[in-house]
Structure formats: structure tokens, C-alpha cells
């Protein structure tokens, strides 16, 4: 196969991991026409003899993704899945025909694909890439995204992919690093800075957990100093785990962000359901995180996951309590979630999201009151829809 393009498939959930592997692409000089695409039609329009497509996707797109994959094999075309469901999932991946699935962290794997080809369908990435080494965005090829600053998560939340994809042990992209393709962002207008962690206060942190308040302060330093003009920290699109949570950062980052919320991570009111998802952490820690945001002149924008399949009726009772104590004391706004069964995660098989009655019309007030945010109803659907096409129903 003379390739001559690789065409990646642009789902509304995958763009930052795509720009990853065309930053890896750029970073190994290998020379290749990159292009980006959400129209499935126009993928078709072009040579299955000089084109390869890449899927790389989440595990509630395996709905477009079964119904394009047969129609891009019988007209010839070669195609390749990575990314989160692939990853958990790699023999049942192939089964919709793919010709390879790229197990873990790409970069490597991918780029070497590229250059030297594989027999193998199911390749693996048998380490973690260097950060350092790899650029966060695609400078060549002007695709810019938040800035990837930490990969790896200590903790084995049960309804979690990140763990199982890149590793529990925390890996830092330097702030040297950083700074580079900074500098490089902003010759091409782009100013603002935003940030790609499981735990945006964890940033050189040893364990991902414990501040290390002088790096955090010597990263948005070096950003503003270079002419970074507007930095959000702690806000989308990634949060903050409650532990992480001390006056000293958030007294650092006031300096600093321009961001007026900070999102943190309660997930249930309920200190039974904290323990059966092993959030590794209790409400104590989640209220304290809470009241400092609040104290330090930040809105509070509280994560919860609803629809437990094994929660009662008393854990919705007193999640309800817990909402309506924050936003009653801290001005807490709820960040809505739904419970979604992904492959590879502990909770796979526990059953769908589902809201029943008492929830819906808790959110909705909390709605009209503008105390509510997130996807809750969508991601109910999606929910129910994933666990019956993997299990039935």
C-alpha cells in the first residue's frame, strides 16, 4: 500500500487525542498528507489505494463507528482504531474490521506504524511515552489545543477509563517544555491557555495528589511572562480532585487564572456510594475543598454522578441534602452527570444509568434556579444504550 494520506475521523469527542498523534507524526518528520474529518461521506471521495483511515474513539461512539467501518471495507479502504474503547476492548474492536487496534498510549506505536508497517493486528504499547518528548499540539499542521501537562492517575475510580489507558503512576510535562510550544502557540495567535490533567492542582505534584505549589506558581509565572493573556486553571477541561484542594494553591492561582469557577470532583453525597466507586476520598474532604473555593472568592461547581445502579433511595436522599447544603452555604453550582457503563472500567457491568422520578424533578428545579449544569439527560440515554448493546436488552 503506497500511502499517501491518512485521513482521522473527527468525532465530537476525540479531537485532542487525534491532535496528540499529529504532533507525534510531525515530531518523527514523517512525510504524510494529515487530514481531519467529521463528514463521513467525503472520506469517500478519496483513493482507498493511497489512503489509510484512523479512528481514534470513546466508547459511546461505537454507535457510528460499527455502521461506517463496513462500508469503508468493502470499498477497499485500510482502517485503524486507538484510543479509549479500542484500548479496553481491542478483540471485539477487530471484529468490526479494523485492520489493526492500537492498544494504550499511541504515539509510539502509532508513528512506528507508520514508518516501518506490522503484521501484528493487535499492537500494544509496552510503555509509557515521554512527554517531554512528544509535543502537546500539532505546530505544522496549525492544530492547537489545551495544553496535555499531566498523564497518569493514582486513583481506580470504578467508573473510569484514564487509569486503565495511560497508567496510575502521574508523569509531568516539563515546564520547559511547556513554555517551548507555548511560544510557539502564540506566534500563531493563540493566547489563551488551558490545561489537559486528571487533577489540575496535581502539576509536579510526586503523587498527583499533594500541591506542589511552586511548580503550579512557576508554570502560569512562565506562561503570562512569555504573553499568555488569559489562563483558566481548575476549570474546563479538567478538574480538580477534592484532596488536592489547600489554601496555599488556591491563593497562588488568584494571581494568576482568569477563570471565576473551579470545578471539583464530589461525585455523590453519599459516603456508601464513595466507597463502592473507590473515589478515595469522603464528604469531610469534598465540603472543606468546597468551603476554600468559596472563601477564596471562586465558584464552586461541584461534580455528581447520578443513577447508580445499586444506589437506594436513601443515597439519593442524602446526596439531595449534601447538593442543597453547598448551595445554600458556598453558592455551589451542581455539574451533572449521569453513570455510564465503560469498558474497562470496574463498573462495566453493574447495570445503566438510570433517573427515576425524585431526580427529575430535583434537577429541573435546580435547573430553573440556574444552580444546575452538564449533560445529565443526554448522557442517561447514552447510558441505556450502551449497556444494551454490550449486554443485552
Known amino acids: 500500500m503506497k500511502l499517501k494520506r491518512i485521513i482521522f475521523r473527527l468525532f465530537k469527542s476525540n479531537r485532542y487525542s487525534i491532535v496528540s498523534l ?31 483511515i484512523a479512528y481514534s474513539f470513546m466508547s459511546f461512539d461505537i454507535f457510528d463507528v460499527e455502521k461506517e467501518i463496513p462500508i469503508l471495507k468493502e470499498k477497499g479502504y485500510k482502517v485503524i482504531a486507538g484510543g479509549p474503547h479500542p484500548s479496553a476492548m481491542p478483540e471485539q474492536t477487530l471484529k468490526i474490521g479494523f485492520d489493526h487496534v492500537f492498544v494504550g498510549e499511541g504515539e509510539k506505536t502509532f508513528t512506528n506504524f507508520l514508518k516501518i508497517g506490522t503484521d501484528k493486528k493487535i499492537i500494544v504499547s509496552d510503555e509509557f511515552v515521554d512527554l517531554n518528548y512528544y509535543p502537546p499540539f500539532a505546530i505544522k499542521n496549525k492544530h492547537f489545543m489545551p495544553i496535555e501537562i499531566t498523564r497518569g492517575c493514582p486513583f481506580l475510580c470504578g467508573y473510569c477509563q484514564t487509569p486503565n489507558l495511560f497508567g496510575r503512576k502521574v508523569r509531568h510535562r516539563d515546564i520547559e517544555i511547556i513554555i517551548e510550544y507555548t511560544k510557539e502557540a502564540i506566534k500563531n495567535n493563540r493566547k489563551i491557555a488551558r490545561f489537559i490533567t486528571p487533577n489540575s492542582f496535581g502539576y509536579g505534584s510526586k503523587n498527583g495528589v499533594i500541591p506542589n505549589v511552586n511548580k503550579i506558581e512557576e508554570l502560569l509565572y512562565s506562561l503570562k511572562k512569555v504573553g499568555i493573556e488569559e489562563i483558566y486553571l481548575g476549570s474546563f477541561p479538567s478538574d480538580v480532585r477534592p484532596e488536592s484542594v489547600t489554601p496555599e494553591i488556591l491563593k497562588v492561582i488568584k494571581k494568576y487564572v482568569n477563570n471565576k469557577m473551579i470545578i471539583v470532583g464530589a461525585q ?125 436488552g
Open 22 to 52: 499529529i504532533g507525534a507524526i510531525e515530531k518523527e518528520n514523517i512525510d504524510i498528507e494529515i487530514m481531519l474529518e467529521k463528514n463521513f461521506s467525503r472520506i469517500l471521495e478519496y483513493s482507498p489505494e493511497e489512503t489509510l
Open 268 to 392: 455523590s453525597g453519599s459516603e456508601k456510594i464513595l466507597d463502592r466507586i473507590k473515589r478515595g476520598h469522603n464528604l469531610e474532604k469534598v465540603e472543606k475543598a468546597i468551603s476554600l473555593i468559596y472563601e477564596n472568592g471562586f465558584i464552586p461547581y461541584v461534580d455528581f454522578i447520578f443513577g447508580f445502579p445499586f444506589e437506594t433511595d436513601e443515597d439519593i436522599k442524602i446526596t439531595f441534602e449534601f447538593m442543597d447544603k453547598i448551595i445554600r452555604k458556598y453558592n455551589a453550582v451542581i455539574h451533572s452527570h449521569t453513570f455510564m457503563p465503560l469498558p474497562g472500567t470496574p463498573l462495566f457491568s453493574a447495570g445503566p444509568g438510570e433517573l427515576n422520578k425524585k431526580y427529575y424533578k430535583k434537577l429541573g428545579d435546580l435547573s430553573r434556579n440556574e444552580k444546575l449544569a452538564g449533560y445529565w439527560h443526554k448522557q442517561e440515554y447514552l447510558s441505556k444504550k450502551l449497556y444494551n448493546h454490550f449486554f443485552g
